[in-house]
């Protein structure tokens, strides 16, 4: 059974070297709303394993606030707006743990999850580095044609966070194509919050849209414009600009005044 | 033997400087790179377009106006199989992947079901590569834990280049930095003895010349318009191989230039691949301020 809590409660929902998805890809349809809450928070939460497909500006506001002690993703960057500065500084300076991963090792890695065993096999990886980058992740001989195979290991995740269209008082949640790795998250984690842009008296099923019926969510909260800068297809475009404007006060040494108006922006707070 | 061929063929052409090159040509470099790839695809195929490439998006397109009408994309946004296309965009480049398409799969099962079944054409941009076709998109720098340069990541590439029979590069700009003797890591798979599935690289293509590995080592087969051979392996940092019957590349069509420039991409978003510094900063505020998207 699902909850209605405020976006501050959801973020208190956060504790202290959890591991936390984020939801969507890269700079479309992130929590955006749900990360300005959590760096609101007077303990913001410390050494988070993050982890997401494609991570962006959500994830690099909370790796340059200094919350981010693991990074889980396949791709860390802006697209067209170029390197995820606060992420890529970190890196360079050994300042964050990565674990390199791929499609396959997180596809995998949360199909083993779901399934309940400990890992599960794939042909990617091998004749690369990819395996002295990640000594973690074993082999496994095939035991029906011998062949050498990675074992990816299964994706524990505690917190999963995703954004919405809307959501009605039944807890069935709209979600739309661009859907990532959302559907897997919902059922890897041990709790999930979902942000919508709107709440209706029911959510109805389209083509055009990803419905997730309870019970999915455990948590939902109304959240206007929650994934703001990134898109929410189809109510607003990815909001270019803005990733321009961060990428410039981050190249200039300005993160922390940017962080500073980026907290005080209203425009996902209710009344 | 090699060099006595590169040489003669040197003495045949005039260098020129890159101004002299755009100035000569009805079409840009970024134009040719597209008429590139499209020029790759064959009729039939499935197509996967990763994000942010827009070079080979605007090919791809163009190969279902020209040549090839019944191919198929599978795009990374939306993870979607599609048929119909629209024009590229930045802010509103979902109206195209979510707007047409025929089915959603979400990312787990593109990966993991979908791209291994389908085996896909795909073309990857290599922040470094070798002479055999190994490349690299990790970090450059030997210390993998203080990189010189993080970059964003591998995507899928070390999955699908260990298995698929259809991978293809393109290099918007050339340069030693990219072409090198030594990788810093390998996460995409070349001609490699190690390999027990699949197809080393078939095909790159840069804004110098187009190359294959015919016999496992990168062999330029055609140098674009005022480009020398010698230019070429100047900006490479390992010894090219070189076809026996290299050739200037064949220039686009004008009804290829057409529909690149008034149907297929008429905001120039392909150009940010090839631009740099302010330049290419004024072209995406441009873009985004036609795609309200500011």
Redesign the interface.
């Known amino acids: 059974m699902y909850q209605s809590i405020p976006l501050s409660e959801a973020a208190n929902l956060i504790q202290d070297s959890q591991t936390i998805a984020l939801g969507g890809m890269t700079v479309y349809r992130r929590p955006v709303a749900f990360v300005r809450e959590l760096l609101r928070r007077p303990n913001r939460p410390r050494d988070l394993t993050l982890l997401c497909f494609t991570a962006g500006y959500e994830s690099d506001l909370l790796v340059g606030a200094g919350c981010v002690g693991t990074m889980r993703s396949v791709y860390f960057g802006l697209e067209s707006f170029g390197l995820a500065p606060m992420f890529t500084e970190a890196a360079q300076k050994g300042m964050i743990n990565i674990l390199e991963e791929t499609e396959a090792s997180i596809v995998m890695g949360m199909r083993a999850t779901m399934g309940g065993v400990g890992f599960m096999p794939s042909r990617a990886w091998i004749g690369t580095d990819l395996p002295k980058l990640r000594p973690d992740v074993k082999t496994i001989i095939d035991p029906y044609t011998n062949e050498e195979l990675m074992a990816f290991p299964a994706i524990p995740c505690d917190v999963a966070i995703l954004h919405g269209l809307e959501a009605d008082s039944y807890g069935n949640v709209k979600l739309n194509n661009n859907l990532g790795i959302d559907m897997e998250l919902v059922y890897i984690a041990k709790t999930v919050i979902v942000t919508v842009e709107r709440m209706v008296e029911q959510v109805e099923k389209s083509t055009d849209s990803f419905l997730l019926p309870a019970p999915g969510a455990d948590y939902i909260v109304h959240a206007p414009s929650g994934a703001w800068p990134t898109s929410c297809y189809p109510a607003y475009p990815v909001a270019g600009g803005e990733f321009m404007r961060y990428v410039d006060a981050c190249n200039a040494g300005k993160f922390d005044e940017y962080l500073t108006e980026f907290i005080a922006d209203r425009r996902s707070d209710l009344g | 033997m090699k060099s006595d061929t590169q040489l003669a063929i040197v003495k045949m052409l005039r260098i020129q400087s890159a101004d002299e090159r755009i100035q000569m040509a009805d079409f840009t470099i970024d134009e040719l790179i597209s008429v590139c790839i499209s020029r790759q695809v064959v009729d039939g195929e499935v197509l996967a377009q990763g994000?942010?490439t827009p070079l080979v998006m605007a090919g791809f397109i163009l190969a279902q106006c020209t040549h090839a009408p019944n191919v198929r994309f599978a795009s990374a946004?939306?993870?979607?199989l599609c048929r119909e296309w629209a024009p590229l965009g930045?802010?509103?480049?979902?109206?195209l992947?979510?707007?047409k398409?025929l089915i959603?799969v979400?990312?787990?099962a593109a990966?993991?079901d979908l791209l291994p079944s389908y085996n896909p054409k795909e073309f990857f941009r290599p922040a470094q590569v070798d002479a055999c076709g190994n490349f690299n998109n990790?970090?450059f720098g030997h210390d993998?834990?203080?990189?010189?340069?993080?970059?964003?990541?591998?995507?899928?590439?070390?999955?699908v280049?260990?298995?698929s029979d259809h991978i293809y590069l393109y290099v918007p700009r050339h340069s030693k930095i990219t072409f090198v003797e030594k990788l810093d890591?390998?996460?995409?798979?070349g001609h490699?003895p190690?390999?027990?599935?699949g197809h080393g690289v078939n095909y790159l293509i840069s804004d110098y010349g187009q190359f294959d590995w015919a016999n496992g080592r990168m062999r330029l087969t055609s140098y674009h318009p005022g480009v020398s051979i010698e230019q070429i392996q100047k900006k490479t940092a390992f010894q090219l191989e070189i076809a026996p019957d290299v050739h200037e590349t064949p220039p686009p069509s004008d009804e290829e230039i057409r529909l690149l420039r008034e149907d297929i991409d008429p905001l120039n978003v392909r150009k940010?691949e090839t631009l740099g510094g302010g330049a290419r900063?004024d072209l995406?505020?441009e873009?985004?301020a036609q795609?309200?998207?500011?």
């Open positions: 994000i942010n946004i939306g993870q979607s930045v802010g509103r480049i979902e109206d992947w979510l707007g398409a959603h979400g990312f787990a990966a993991a990790v970090a993998y834990h203080r990189p010189r340069l993080r970059l964003p990541g591998t995507g899928g590439i070390p999955d280049t260990t298995t890591f390998i996460s995409g798979m490699t190690e390999r027990k599935h940010l900063k995406l505020r873009i985004l795609e309200n998207a500011l």
